[in-house]
């Protein structure tokens, strides 16, 4: 099946910069919808960013906390998903995982996913 492998998390102050990187294997990587999810102790998984892939365009969605400072896009020739975060908040702080699903409509509900990365943690302190 589908695996997913995070890289990228690290610890920040607020305001810094950092790349998150999902790597996906098992299946053609343009027909899996491809996003990214959050999640701290005690919280449910949050959507945080997707990106669908058809007709040789992309379409991205992302949750209004992180519109105007986070970016995903994809490469599909390194079957790879990318998820650049600007200007982050100690808000921002979360377990964030890798998520892909077979169906092409927009991935973003965690319930939706049908394959989760290990997660990578992102830490920004104030």
């Known amino acids: 099946q589908v695996q997913l492998v995070e890289s990228g998390g690290g610890l920040v102050q607020a305001g810094d910069t950092l790349r998150l990187s999902c790597a996906a294997s098992?299946?053609?990587?343009?027909?899996?919808?491809m996003g990214w999810f959050r999640q701290t102790p005690g919280k449910e998984r949050e959507f945080v960013a997707s990106?669908?892939?058809?007709?040789?365009?992309?379409?991205?969605y992302y949750a209004d906390s992180v519109k105007g400072r986070f970016t995903i896009s994809r490469d599909n020739g390194k079957d790879t998903v990318y998820l650049q975060m600007n200007s982050l908040k100690p808000e921002d702080t979360a377990v964030y995982y890798c998520?892909?699903?077979?169906?092409?409509?927009?991935?973003?509900?965690?319930?939706?996913?049908?394959?989760w990365g290990q997660g990578t943690q992102v830490t920004v302190s104030s």
């Open positions: 998520a892909a699903a077979e169906s092409l409509h927009p991935l973003t509900l965690a319930a939706l996913s049908d394959y």
């Open positions: 990106v669908n892939w058809s007709g040789g365009d992309e379409t991205t």
């Open positions: 098992g299946r053609p990587f343009s027909s899996l919808t």
